[in-house]
């Protein structure tokens, strides 16, 4: 089956430094998302990703956060300025569709971020 | 408000034992989807199943087998036959499509630990 893929698996950081989280989505999906997951807590949404555009963001997605889709292929998620709190497992996601259309809703394997 | 609760933080099994993860989500909505992940060690989000609001008809897969009762709220997965390899953390999440987006919001998660 097709997979979602991310990279790095890992990235350490300096509190203050900037880092890109990459994904390359499923190629023929439209919707994409990326999530969190602070260390032993549920799995929290940040933002989706359709048509070039965000079409919705948590109140965690601040001005730190930004997404963009450079080319066909990539999907990535910038943080300018770490802090300590945003060492978590992110997560990509891309679907098909959405609503009654959409089948399945796939996850990449995530990587862990831990700013120092 | 969306809201997933997973009442069952940790369940402990032996190998062979039928088990129950409960879900139960509160919604607004009429028209909604229900989804559950698996998270084994490993750390990456496994699809297990989707479902729309108005498909109330249980769903088997393998050893795997989900009841929905619209009457409660609930979603809940049963695993027949447990084993080893179930081992891991099962989330449940409600998402209502909307605009283009999918958003998902995650229960608390139960930790599965099957014992040989």
């Known amino acids: 089956e097709p997979e979602v893929t991310q990279t790095p698996s890992h990235q350490v950081t300096q509190m203050g430094q900037e880092v890109i989280l990459r994904c390359v989505p499923i190629s023929n999906h439209l919707y994409f998302y990326w999530y969190r997951q602070i260390l032993g807590q549920k799995v929290e949404f940040l933002v989706s990703?359709?048509?070039?555009?965000?079409?919705?963001k948590s109140e965690i997605f601040d001005d730190q956060f930004s997404v963009e889709r450079p080319d066909g292929s990539n999907f990535t998620l910038k943080i300018r300025s770490t802090k300590l709190e945003d060492s978590a497992m992110y997560f990509c996601?891309?679907?098909?569709?959405?609503?009654?259309?959409?089948?399945?809703?796939?996850f990449g394997s995530g990587t862990q971020l831990s700013v120092l | 408000a969306q809201k997933v609760t997973q009442a069952q933080t940790e369940i402990s099994v032996v190998e062979k034992e039928d088990v129950t993860l409960d879900c139960v989500y509160e919604?607004?909505?009429?028209?909604?989807?229900l989804f559950w992940y698996k998270q084994p060690p490993s750390g990456e989000l496994v699809f297990l199943i989707r479902r729309n609001s108005f498909d109330e008809q249980n769903e088997i897969s393998g050893r795997y087998s989900w009841n929905f009762q619209k009457s409660t709220s609930s979603f809940n997965f049963t695993i027949t036959a447990s084993q080893v390899v179930d081992s891991a953390v099962y989330f449940c999440a409600l998402s209502e499509a909307q605009g283009g987006s999918e958003k998902l919001v995650f229960g608390k998660g139960t930790k599965l630990t099957v014992n040989p």
């Open positions: 996601a891309s679907s098909d569709h959405i609503g009654p259309a959409a089948e399945k809703l796939l």
């Open positions: 990703f359709y048509n070039n555009e965000i079409s919705e």
């Open positions: 919604t607004r909505d009429t028209t909604y989807y």
